[in-house]
């Protein structure tokens, strides 16, 4: 069990807006950024969102992230059927001196 | 082309040892931070291992601690996943990790290589 919780699955159509959330504690969350990773099954995990709601170049303007108290979000518009994956929050957690993913949300698109 | 690739997955007994590696190419490793990622069958990715530019500082999560050994050659442009007295629960596919472009996320993943753990 991650001390980053987000629901297991989310889903839209395309088009359409859709946000993930991920929580955690205060003592988890506290000042720590939160990272967002977009992972097709079968290739390498892509890193979307950093430092709570930054885009590394490349990331298209459609994923947004923020982050506000005890949880964070993933906001996906303009939905497209090649955004079908498995989305994780992530954190560097000072208290274990690592890194922790959250469970993971699987996103569909209908 | 910055480019990382890992190597030295396979089948093993439980209990046994491997060896994983991680080539890196098209930037100045030694400057940089490298992390091992892991996936199991049917669930999430999960963080194994950090590893400092100069080696300085290491971590673990607890699923590893005292198991696991990370370790790099920066001569070589090289990360290393020593794994020892591995489980069934260690079958996973392994991706090595860095963060190159100042996000101090993990911005740059290799492909991954396939571990597992059965008698």
């Known amino acids: 069990q991650s001390v980053l919780t987000q629901p297991p699955s989310a889903s839209g159509t395309p088009g359409q807006r859709v946000t993930i959330s991920c929580s955690g504690s205060?003592?988890?969350?506290?000042?720590?950024?939160v990272y967002w990773y977009q992972h097709l099954p079968g290739t390498a995990p892509k890193l979307l969102i950093y430092?709570?709601?930054q885009r590394p170049s490349g990331v298209p303007d459609r994923f947004s992230g923020s982050k506000s108290g005890t949880s964070a979000s993933l906001a996906i518009s303009g939905l497209r059927s090649e955004d079908e994956a498995d989305y994780y929050c992530?954190?560097?957690?000072?208290?274990?001196?690592?890194?922790?993913f959250g469970g993971g949300t699987k996103l569909t698109v209908l | 082309e910055v480019q990382l690739v890992e190597s030295g997955g396979g089948l093993v007994k439980p209990g046994g040892s491997l060896r994983l590696s991680c080539a890196a190419s098209?930037?100045?490793?030694?400057?940089?931070?490298m992390n091992w990622v892991r996936q199991a069958p049917g669930k999430g990715l999960e963080w194994v291992s950090y590893?400092?530019?100069?080696?300085?500082?290491?971590y673990y999560g607890d699923s590893v601690k005292g198991r696991f050994t990370i370790s790099r050659d920066n001569a070589k442009n090289s990360l290393y996943l020593q794994m020892n007295s591995l489980r069934a629960e260690d079958t996973a596919v392994y991706y090595c990790?860095?963060?190159?472009?100042?996000?101090?996320?993990?911005?740059?993943w290799g492909q991954g290589t396939t571990v597992t753990v059965s008698s």
């Open positions: 990790a860095s963060d190159i472009y100042d996000t101090n996320g993990m911005d740059v």
């Open positions: 098209g930037f100045t490793f030694s400057s940089y931070s």
């Open positions: 590893i400092s530019s100069g080696s300085s500082f290491i």
């Open positions: 205060s003592s988890t969350f506290g000042p720590n950024y």
């Open positions: 430092r709570n709601n």
């Open positions: 992530a954190i560097w957690d000072d208290s274990l001196s690592g890194r922790v």
